[in-house]
């Protein structure tokens, strides 16, 4: 059985920092983009990020340059290491699983995560 399972949200203050995982399990994803969405109340699912093995990583210009995705292949796990939080990062994080060039489309992509909570206050 697929599973994506988020780890490491929290509440924090504007400017602080959470790195958020994401394991996956039942089968191989080294050929996979890994993804990172999030919800806000009230608003649509968005893409944060996403990286393929061995490939250069995909930013919204929104977490440009606070943001860093990576993978680590043998624990088939990846991170999002988030600082300088704003109050705008608040929602619903999700990692996803999806096709073998990075997209920033979340209907190409095909496992998702439960989605794990981070908010950040001002």
């Known amino acids: 059985q697929v599973q994506l399972v988020e780890s490491g949200g929290g509440s924090v203050q504007a400017g602080g920092s959470l790195r958020l995982s994401c394991a996956a399990s039942?089968?191989?994803?080294?050929?996979?983009?890994m993804g990172w969405f999030r919800q806000a109340p009230g608003k649509e699912r968005e893409f944060v990020a996403a990286?393929?093995?061995?490939?250069?990583?995909l930013y919204s210009e929104a977490v440009k340059g606070r943001y860093t995705i990576s993978r680590d292949a043998l624990r088939s796990t990846v991170y999002l290491q988030m600082n300088f939080l704003e109050p705008e990062d608040t929602g619903v994080y999700y990692c996803?699983?999806?096709?073998?060039?990075?997209?920033?489309?979340?209907?190409?992509?095909?496992?998702w995560g439960q989605g794990t909570q981070v908010t950040v206050s001002s």
């Open positions: 039942g089968r191989s994803f080294s050929s996979s983009t």
């Open positions: 990286v393929r093995w061995r490939s250069s990583a």
């Open positions: 996803a699983a999806g096709p073998p060039t990075p997209s920033w489309d979340a209907k190409d992509y095909d496992y």
